[in-house]
């Protein structure tokens, strides 16, 4: 299993940072434009909330795939969770942490968790290429979620 972390520290309430992360419609614009990602089950707009799932489909590496997932923990405005529940990982969680890190500054951290499927063959992909790529899209969409919040 791979962990990615990743703090961004952003100049903005606490409230504000929490219910702009769990954003399905600012999710699908935050995140790199050439995935084609897009919501097509569950909540698919608005604010996602504790319990609910959502469907996302993606291009990743060329293959369109689908993830689903549930908010699997929930406490505004620190903490959320969601499961994957299908997707073409083995096992996918994503924590979604929020702190008060200064005057009007929220510290968000994110952990990601995740194993893939296909024994050996997938341990081997997880460490050459997917603990990059995922850090690479969690730092990319945070940045651009702290550029939103700050404005």
């Not at 952003?10 to 919501?39: G, S």
């Not at 689903?68 to 499961?83: E, K, M, W």
């Amino acid at each position: 299993m791979i962990e990615v972390t990743t703090v961004t520290r952003i100049n903005a309430p606490i409230e504000r940072c929490f219910d702009i992360a769990r954003d399905i419609d600012l999710h699908t614009r935050t995140v790199w434009k050439h995935t084609q990602e897009r919501a097509i089950a569950g909540v698919t707009s608005g604010m996602i909330g504790h319990g609910d799932t959502v469907t996302f489909e993606a291009v990743h590496f060329g293959v369109r795939q689908t993830l689903t997932s549930r908010i699997t923990a929930y406490d505004r405005p620190y903490l959320f969770v969601d499961q994957m529940e299908r997707g073409a990982f083995k096992s996918m969680s994503h924590e979604h942490h929020f702190s008060v890190c200064g005057e009007q500054e929220t510290c968000m951290r994110d952990t990601l968790r995740f194993e893939a499927p296909l024994g050996v063959l997938g341990w081997t992909v997880e460490r050459l290429i997917l603990k990059r790529y995922m850090q690479a899209f969690l730092e990319s969409r945070n940045e651009k979620l702290k550029s939103m919040l700050e404005r």
